[in-house]
């Protein structure tokens, strides 16, 4: 048989004939990478866009619906409602940040508000300077009147960030919280106390027992391990923030003085340090990013090889938690099969 007139007998697909399952793992891969493009996509036809929706509205941010004024609420409450007025879109977001520019003077908009109770919720962002932390608890009753339990949260919600400690009276809201990240953005100016958020353990492993990852402002000290060992003893991640950065020249000594407060967190699986002393070595990456420019390359002082070092030979023991990750800064390392440390090709 001629193979090219064989091809010619090949039935093309038009793109109208695909079924939802193709449109649906096509949407998938596009909304890892291209989530631009599956806007795009979504477009082509009716079919598509109801496939896509799911994906393209999953996660929303309020700095989105702001427009081009944050002095002004009525292109917000605008926004909100063209939002909720499409059922599809609401039953698809998943993860809402709830964000107010620090440079707006006016109330937080009550439309916003309403985003809280969105009936699929599981991650809630709070982006919020503490000058409308009075208004957002008054707000935030309101909303909670006549509801049982007294919560304007839907019960899928799981996962919660808050700017800092004056914000974990949230918790109470939540019918099963996992996940707990407080002041995760530094740079943004949020004022923390350590002591107060160090009070606030007891509450949570009271009301949330079965949390399995914290992140909060308090330092690798073994008061605070200890403490948290005690109130959550469950934890299977943990990422603290606070003058880590002092083990620079003796991390043998502090893994060593804390070895034995890690191994009261036996479901530990991932120990995150944001503070670690990160450097930019002179070397660059062969292929230079979008814009042309050289990338350099990221590497670590002496004190933080030492200190992995450390990890390894302490930690990674038979009789230590059973760590699978340790993520240093922005670099993951996996525990291989030999409790040995290796840099993820993912990082």
């Not at 002004?72 to 964000?99: A, C, G, P, W």
């Not at 009147?145 to 808050?162: A, T």
Request: charged content about 25%.
């Amino acid at each position: 048989m001629n193979p090219r007139r064989s091809t010619r007998n090949i039935k093309k697909t038009r793109y109208s004939a695909l079924n939802a399952d193709i449109l649906y793992h096509l949407c998938q891969m596009m909304y890892t990478d291209k989530l631009h493009g599956l806007v795009n996509l979504s477009m082509i036809d009716k079919c598509t866009r109801t496939v896509a929706t799911p994906f393209i509205f999953d996660s929303i941010s309020s700095y989105w619906l702001w427009g081009k004024d944050s002095e002004s609420r009525t292109d917000f409450k605008r926004n909100v409602e063209i939002l909720l007025k499409n059922n599809r879109i609401i039953s698809s977001i998943r993860t809402f940040d709830l964000y107010v520019p620090s440079t707006t003077s006016i109330p937080i908009p009550s439309a916003a508000f309403i985003l809280l109770t969105l009936p699929r919720l599981v991650k809630l962002s709070i982006h919020v300077h503490d000058q409308h932390l009075s208004q957002f608890k008054i707000k935030f009753e309101e909303c909670s009147k006549g509801r049982r339990p007294r919560s304007p949260f839907p019960p899928s919600l799981r996962s919660l960030d808050i700017p800092n400690e004056n914000w974990i009276f949230l918790i109470d809201s939540f019918s099963h919280l996992e996940y707990l990240v407080v002041a995760s953005h530094p740079c943004l100016g949020y004022e923390v106390n350590r002591k107060s958020m160090a009070s606030y353990l007891q509450k949570l492993g009271t009301l949330h027992p079965g949390l399995r990852t914290l992140h909060c402002p308090l330092s690798f000290v073994a008061d605070n391990i200890k403490e948290i060992a005690r109130c959550l003893p469950d934890l299977s991640e943990i990422g603290l923030r606070g003058r880590v950065s002092q083990i620079r020249y003796r991390g043998c000594q502090f893994v060593a003085r804390h070895i034995a407060d890690f191994k009261m967190l036996p479901k530990l699986e991932t120990i995150f340090f944001s503070d670690l002393p990160v450097t930019w070595i002179s070397d660059w990456e062969d292929e230079p990013d979008t814009e042309g420019n050289p990338i350099p390359t990221l590497g670590f002082d002496s004190g933080t090889e030492e200190f992995l070092q450390e990890i390894e030979e302490r930690l990674l023991t038979e009789d230590g938690p059973r760590l699978k990750s340790v993520i240093v800064g922005p670099v993951v390392y996996e525990v291989d099969e030999n409790r040995r440390l290796m840099q993820s090709s993912s990082s």
